[in-house]
């Protein structure tokens, strides 16, 4: 199987420009390839994650990686995506952020001598004099193409500033100053930036007279078509002081059934076969499939020590045996449950971890809450009276732990 066709069958690839030539480029390791990273946080995510281990394939194939941070673009602000404006940051914010996105990447990806390459697109987008790149390439954009582009479109109701109308512009110059200062030839990104990345193949070509061509990658969702640990109020870093190895373990475990095999598949380096064999797997094996995620991600991110840390505190923590003394504990009657099975959003409010079936429904909605070491995903869920011979643990958000046990 040649690598195109793995990242195929690994689900990675959602649009290119040029199938064959960027087939003959990266299986034949001649692709020199960029992947953007705008500075907004202190940390990289989960959902950057995904980029980070397709250049790492890309690489381990003879490609040449190069790492974009962002602290030009970042000063704009990217509107895919988005149903408003970002945020604006300082310029020492911006620089801050890069320079732990730098630190983050080093454990991923081979920066040595003749290896991957990590630039900065301040060092050539803040010095540009606007009239001078007005007309070094303004004349090649038309703002009626720009305004069908996806990026844009969904902004146009909402307003869209003048300021984020640029961005298309200076990620398009990113290429096109990457083609002619290191010969990049391929750009890489999220599905979600395909309209700019096609503004830096026609740039290329229309101010240089070359082919220059685009690979975009499915986003990371769950089966409801959310982002994965990237978005707003669900955000797990790669940072062990924002989302320590055990909770990151623990957000891996608990994917929905849904979305466990897809993620084995795109980001972990388990060879296909072996995630293949696992499609028939249902209960305790499937529960088996998301530890192997967990263990695997958790073992990339932050190393195999704290791998199996992580894997270790949550069997102790689950089992009666771990169950520290002094966690809350409610003592389930025999009336509590109906037909032997009693609804989850019942107990949250008999265990104090909700004050309403309402907050109940909000915190199942979410993804907060956990029964046992499965996420609840359905407010209508129960549970049989089985499940609790030995106690069960209830986690709520990721740090309040709350035991149900059974009357004697």
Same mark, same amino acid.
């Given at each position: ?304 020590? +704290? !791998?199996?840390?992580?894997? &270790? ?9 771990? $169950? @520290?003394?002094?966690?809350? *504990? ?28 309402? +907050? !109940?429904?909000?915190?199942? &909605? ?9 996420? $609840? @995903?359905?407010?209508?869920? *129960? ?26």
């Amino acid at each position: 199987m040649t690598l195109y066709d793995e990242l195929v069958a690994r689900g990675l690839i959602a649009q290119v420009t040029d199938e064959e030539e960027i087939k003959n480029l990266i299986n034949s390791g001649k692709a020199v390839f960029y992947i953007g990273f705008d500075c907004t946080a202190d940390s990289l995510t989960a959902g950057h994650f995904l980029a980070l281990t397709l250049m790492k394939r890309l690489q381990q194939a003879g490609n040449t990686p190069i790492a974009l941070i962002g602290g030009g673009t970042t000063m704009i602000g990217d509107p895919s995506g988005r149903t408003d404006m970002r945020k604006m940051l300082t310029r020492e914010d911006i620089d801050h952020n890069a320079a732990c996105f730098k630190r983050q990447m080093e454990r991923f990806i081979d920066f040595g001598p003749g290896k991957a390459l990590m630039l900065n697109n301040a060092d050539w987008l803040l010095g540009l004099n606007y009239v001078s790149l007005l007309r070094e390439v303004g004349a090649c954009f038309s703002v009626n193409n720009m305004l069908r582009a996806e990026c844009y479109r969904n902004r146009m109701e909402r307003g869209l500033s003048f300021l984020e109308f640029n961005y298309m512009i200076m990620q398009s110059y990113d290429f096109y100053h990457l083609y002619k200062t290191h010969g990049c030839n391929l750009q890489c990104g999220g599905d979600d930036q395909w309209s700019n990345m096609l503004g830096g193949t026609e740039l290329i070509r229309r101010k240089l007279g070359k082919d220059a061509y685009a690979l975009t990658v499915t986003l990371l969702t769950d089966s409801q078509g959310h982002k994965m640990g990237k978005t707003a109020g669900n955000a797990v870093w790669l940072d062990p002081d924002k989302t320590p190895p055990y909770e990151f373990y623990q957000y891996w475990r608990n994917v929905g059934d849904g979305d466990v095999l897809k993620c084995l598949r795109m980001l972990t380096f388990l060879p296909l076969e072996e995630i293949d064999a696992m499609a028939g797997w249902e209960g305790s094996e499937l529960n088996r499939a998301k530890e192997i995620l967990a263990y695997e991600l958790t073992k990339l991110v932050h190393g195999e020590e +704290e !791998a199996e840390k992580a894997k &270790q505190a949550s069997h102790s923590l689950f089992s009666k045996a771990g $169950v @520290a003394e002094d966690m809350p *504990t409610t003592v389930l009657e025999k009336s509590d449950f109906t037909d032997g099975k009693v609804a989850v959003a019942d107990l949250l409010v008999k265990g104090g971890l909700a004050p309403s079936k309402g +907050e !109940a429904k909000r915190l199942i &909605q979410q993804g907060g809450i956990s029964a046992g070491e499965e996420k $609840v @995903a359905d407010f209508g869920a *129960t549970l049989p009276v089985a499940a609790f011979e030995n106690g069960l643990v209830v986690r709520k958000g990721k740090k309040v732990y709350h035991r149900f046990v059974l009357s004697d």
